[in-house]
């Protein structure tokens, strides 16, 4: 239906919002690291869809 190619990789994040409070440095290096896997990989992320 996009014309995207299925990925190699599904990463799928789920959580509660209620009391989760990274530190900003270990949510900078988390984002870092999600983002390289999925593009090193060919995956998509997938979140619940709240507050992202």
């Known amino acids: ?17 209620l009391n989760f409070d990274l530190q900003p ?4 290096v988390f984002r870092k690291g999600l983002l390289k896997a999925a593009r090193t990989t060919g995956a998509w ?8």
């Open 45 to 52: 992320i997938v979140t619940n869809g709240t507050n992202t």
């Open 25 to 28: 440095k270990l949510k900078r």
């Open 1 to 17: 239906h996009w014309g995207l190619d299925l990925p190699k990789l599904l990463i799928t994040v789920h959580g509660g919002i």
